[in-house]
């Protein structure tokens, strides 16, 4: 049998890999397809990045917080660690950035889609929302990328 503790650590592992992994390639391709500035590919690939973020992303982000702090409790890990206290305000970090990006990425998609069917180039709404998109993006990413380093170091960052 599998003890409880190794259950939820591999449940963490997984979801922090699927969290990072779909967050990362989302943005991959989502660039990608903006990089293309055609209305019909953003709107098909946007269509999915959506719709990855909210399965994959989203729910890999609630699985996350949950696990951690239940292996905190079974490891009997005081959560005013201060390397937790510090994940715990960088994964607000993220969570912050990218709230706004899925919403982001909807009325970009959005833009996109009704740009293909009316034949129009894209807007000067879709650029700006591109580049917030793009803006936000990256204090996510960095914010996870530390959370990492911090899950896998516990460094003593202060008494």
Avoid: N
Avoid at 40 to 65: E, K, L, N, Y
Avoid at 69 to 89: M, N, R, T
Avoid at 101 to 123: E, H, N
Wanted: aromatic content about 14%.
């Amino acid at each position: 049998m599998i003890e409880p503790y190794f259950l939820i650590k591999w449940l963490h592992v997984l979801s922090s890999t699927i969290l990072f992994g779909f967050g990362a390639g989302t943005a991959y391709y989502f660039w990608r397809a903006h990089r293309t500035r055609d209305a019909q590919i953003i709107a098909s690939v946007g269509r999915m990045v959506v719709q990855a973020d909210w399965i994959f992303t989203g729910i890999s982000g609630i699985v996350q917080p949950l696990t951690g702090i239940a292996l905190a409790h079974l490891a009997g890990i005081e959560l005013s660690e201060p390397w937790l206290v510090a994940s715990f305000c960088l994964y607000l970090v993220a969570l912050a950035c990218w709230l706004p990006v899925v919403g982001l990425q909807i009325k970009a998609q959005r833009l996109a889609a009704a740009a293909s069917v009316q034949g129009t180039p894209l807007g000067a709404d879709y650029q700006r929302i591109m580049r917030l998109w793009f803006v936000l993006g990256w204090p996510a990413f960095i914010s996870l990328l530390c959370v990492f380093w911090l899950m896998i170091t516990r460094p003593t960052l202060w008494m």
